[in-house]
């Protein structure tokens, strides 16, 4: 086990990570797990990567990767998974691993970091919101694996359970966002921001108004260029679930 690399590696990428053992998470989990080709999920671990402040993107910048592939971030968060699985001689000794984030995996992420400890039940934003880094913290990779897990994949691990909305009286998130789909009272109106989205002249093409008025975490705001980039797969997302609700609406007035 290459410790000592492994903690360059994340250091490197502004990453964070955890592991936990599949037999602590939920029935449901488990059975997602299942679903996914894993035999006997409960006998491994999961492996939870994720980015912390701009640092990551600050690593993709100095990647080709940032222009040659497609998802620049999928590109680089499975390179570093790989990188991890070699590190940890899961290939080399043959031991049982399997890569589930990005792909077209169900993984319950935000329940992942709940369990960790890094974030908390929803939070306005619709987000998990991390203690430390706020919204400004972001799921990677996952993959699962066989075997021991590593002491160094504590790192970030928090007890403080205690959500930082709990104790925010002002709530800007909420005012700061012109669509309304933002309130302390309601979940996260994904359908109402997705709608606004996609007019012309939409002030959110950049970045989230209510992301950035959060208090929580503000010195690890993303630059400018990363918002932009994560903004537009946001919306080219919003838009592909927008159109899935459309014809699914289609289809049932045709019933």
Known sequence: MDNKGINELLKT???????????????????????????HPQHGSLAVIANAGPGFWGALEKSPLLHNAENPIDALSLNVALQLIDMMQLRASQTHHKILYPSTHNIPLMQLGNLLGWTHASSPLGLG????????????????????????????????????????????????????????????????????????????AQSCHARNACPVGATYRYSLAQQAHHTEFAIAGLKRWLDTQTELGSGLKDN
């Open 13 to 39: 990428h502004g990453l964070i990570a955890g592991a936990i053992a599949v037999e602590e998470c939920s029935l449901s989990i488990q059975t997602q797990l299942h679903a996914t080709g894993i035999e």
């Open 129 to 204: 919101l991390h203690h430390e880094y706020g919204p400004w913290f972001a799921y990677r990779c996952v993959f699962y694996f066989e075997g021991a897990i590593p002491a160094i994949f504590q790192v970030g691990k928090t007890n403080d359970m205690t959500s930082p909305c709990l104790s925010c009286k002002d709530t800007p998130c909420v005012s700061a966002c012109p669509t309304q789909a933002v309130s302390s009272i309601a979940d996260f109106d994904i359908k109402r921001c997705s709608d606004y989205q996609q007019l012309e002249n939409t002030t959110c």
